[in-house]
């Protein structure tokens, strides 16, 4: 990724925050998965962000940047879940929109809010890894075995948990 090199060589402000802007809301979406709140998941992003800028020099002998990017998502997620851990996180109280910062196409605008709260819920109702395996394939279009090592799963039971995911929203969608 051009940004990625040129930050390392150049220490350039400018293509950090073109990374910045890139990445962000991808990375607030799945810090949001995992905490309460949106200010700890803005925390959370911008720590990771941060990280990224003091290890620049190293950047460019990183082959797979975003596997990169989210593994220091997901430690620095870890890291703040054990500070806390008098605070018990439960994904099934959080409101989780799947669709806050996605772009649509006029199809999907076809869709009414209904559908989208149903698919919500469906989404919602999945098992915790089967609904981040889902997320990060099917809304982040990120590659299986970039999010089987973020996950530290195989690729095998990454496609299990997509199966399944799929299978159960299916389940709920036909009950109508």
């Not at 990120?142 to 095998?156: D, T, W």
Request: aromatic share 10%.
């Amino acid at each position: 990724m051009q940004w990625v090199c040129e930050m390392a060589v150049s220490d350039s402000q400018a293509a950090f925050r073109s990374l910045y802007l890139h990445y962000f809301d991808r990375l607030l979406r799945f810090a949001s998965l995992h905490v309460i709140s949106y200010s700890e998941a803005e925390e959370i992003v911008s720590d990771t962000f941060l990280a990224i800028w003091n290890n620049r020099a190293s950047l460019p002998e990183i082959t797979h940047f975003d596997t990169y990017l989210y593994s220091i998502l997901r430690y620095k997620i870890i890291s703040h879940l054990r500070k806390q851990t008098q605070q018990h996180v439960s994904l099934d109280e959080l409101q989780i929109d799947f669709f806050a910062a996605t772009e649509t196409t006029p199809e999907d605008d076809l869709i009414t809010q209904e559908e989208i709260s149903r698919l919500n819920d469906a989404i919602n109702s999945l098992p915790h890894k089967c609904k981040i395996a889902f997320k990060m394939v099917r809304e982040d279009k990120m590659k299986y075995k970039e999010v089987a090592a973020i996950l530290e799963i195989s690729v095998k039971t990454l496609e299990a948990h997509l199966a399944t995911a799929t299978r159960k929203i299916r389940e709920v969608l036909a009950g109508k």
